[in-house]
C-alpha cells in the first residue's frame, strides 16, 4: 500500500485565493511526522510545515496551514492568499522515527494572475 | 537546520562516462541521504551514507551504479556510473533536520545524451 497518497496531480487557483492540497497516509506506527514541502521549477525542495502525530493542534508557518485529521489519516495543506510564487510542485511527505521518509507523488499548483 | 552545498547544479554529459556529485553540510551530522527525482516524478532513495562504513542502498538501486563516499561527518559524494539517458534526473542530497524534516541540497539537474 502506499505510504502517502496525493490525488491532485494539478491544481489551479486564482491569485489571492485560498488553496486546499490533499495527503493522505498510511502507518500503524504511533509516532510519525507529517511534512510538506514546496519545488519550484530550479528544482530545489524547501521546507514548508510540520505535523507530528501527537500534536494536539493544527501546525501554521505564515500563510500555510496544516489540516490534520488523525483519524481520516489525511494532512492536507492549505495555502491562503495565493500569490504567484507559490506556482511549484508540492510534496506530501511522512516519517516513522524520522528513520525513513516517505514522499507522495506531488501536486503542480498553478497560480493565476 | 543544517545547510547543504551541492555541486554541480547542472551537467550534461555523454553515455557511458559517470559524475561526481559532491555535498558538503555546515555541521557534522550522522546520517546523508541520497535520492534520485526522474522527470515528472517523485523523490526516490537511492542510498544512506554513514560515516565510517558503506552505504545502505535502497532495492534496485547498486554500489557499483552509484558508488557513494562519507569521508567524513559533514562530505558526501555519489557517482552515478556508466550513464545513460534514463539516468537523466536531478539528484539530491539531504540531511535529517528534526522537526523541519530533511534539508535538502540545491539538487544536480543531470542530463545525458
Redesign the interface.
Known sequence: AQKITQTQPGMFVQEKEAVTLDCTYDTSDPSYGLFWYKQPSSGEMIFLIYQGSYDQQNATEGRYSLNFQKARKSANLVISASQLGDSAMYFCAMSENFNKFYFGSGTKLNVKP | ?AVISQKPSRDICQRGTSLTIQCQVDSQVTMM?WYR?QPG???T?IATANQGSEATYESGFVIDKFPISRPNLTFSTLTVSNMSPEDSS?Y?C?V????????????T?LTVV
Open positions: 537546520s541521504f527525482q516524478q517523485s523523490l532513495l536531478i539530491l539531504s535529517g533536520s528534526g522537526n523541519y524534516g530533511y534539508t535538502f541540497g540545491s539538487g539537474r
